[in-house]
């Protein structure tokens, strides 16, 4: 059974930092790239940002650009995403993805979302 746990989430004032990680479990992590989705109120769950296998960023959002990272450790089957100089904005439910096969965004699985609120 695949299962991927977030954490980290939470209230932050604008301009902090926070950082999430997802832990996975039934699959074998390093063969599989992973990404970070969003999504807020009234919004479709978008991607963010995506990194490959072996830790090449694959994929950005241009609302990610300059202030947020994604990261992992495949010894620990865990992916990160840190956060910084967050706004309003950026309040959303925070997913971590992998992609069933290869890096095809539309066939994921889910972990079931941390929440990030960020205080003007």
């Known amino acids: 059974q695949v299962q991927l746990v977030e954490s980290g989430g939470g209230l932050v004032q604008a301009g902090g930092s926070l950082r999430l990680s997802c832990v996975v479990s039934?699959?074998?992590?390093?063969?599989?790239?992973m990404g970070w989705y969003r999504q807020a109120p009234g919004k479709e769950r978008e991607l963010i940002l995506g990194i490959s296998w072996n830790g090449a960023n694959i994929y950005e959002d241009d609302s990610a650009k300059g202030r947020f990272t994604i990261s992992r450790d495949n010894a620990k089957n865990t992916v990160y995403l840190q956060m910084n100089s967050l706004k309003p904005e950026d309040t959303a439910v925070y997913y971590c993805?992998?992609?069933?096969?290869?890096?095809?965004?539309?066939?994921?699985?889910w972990g079931q979302g941390t929440q990030v609120t960020v205080s003007s």
């Open positions: 993805a992998a992609p069933k096969t290869g890096t095809n965004w539309a066939n994921n699985y």
């Open positions: 039934g699959l074998p992590f390093s063969d599989y790239a």
